[in-house]
């Protein structure tokens, strides 16, 4: 029996991919935002591609907002690209 492979959404591209493939963003219930290279981290989830393209792109259509439920101060989105650089170049 094959094993079935959990797919989770991009909220830049809107692509469909691994968990694997994918970084995922979390919301803390004390309304902080970071990236959760684990996976696991307890909180509200997004999932956006490993590039930062994508995480332009969930800043410009809205889509990790939306995800998250809650508006991100600028500062907070330039904190996410820079992380997200360090990530990339891992």
Same mark, same amino acid.
């Given at each position: 029996?094959?094993?079935?492979?959990?797919?989770?959404?991009?909220?830049?591209?809107?692509?469909?991919?691994?968990? !694997?493939?994918?970084?995922?963003?979390?919301?803390?219930?004390?309304?902080?935002?970071?990236?959760?290279?684990?996976?696991?981290?307890?909180?509200?989830?997004?999932?956006?591609?490993?590039?930062?393209?994508?995480?332009?792109?969930?800043?410009?259509?809205?889509?990790?907002?939306?995800?998250?439920?809650?508006?991100?101060?600028?500062?907070?989105?330039?904190?996410?690209? !820079?992380?997200? !650089?360090?990530?990339?170049?891992?």
């Amino acid at each position: 029996m094959n094993k079935k492979i959990p797919l989770r959404l991009c909220v830049g591209c809107g692509e469909m991919k691994t968990k !694997k493939e994918m970084m995922r963003v979390i919301k803390t219930p004390e309304n902080e935002v970071f990236l959760d290279a684990t996976g696991k981290k307890n909180g509200r989830g997004a999932y956006i591609c490993k590039n930062v393209e994508c995480l332009k792109k969930a800043f410009a259509n809205r889509g990790l907002e939306r995800s998250l439920k809650m508006g991100i101060p600028k500062e907070m989105m330039e904190n996410l690209s !820079k992380e997200m !650089k360090i990530f990339v170049e891992k």
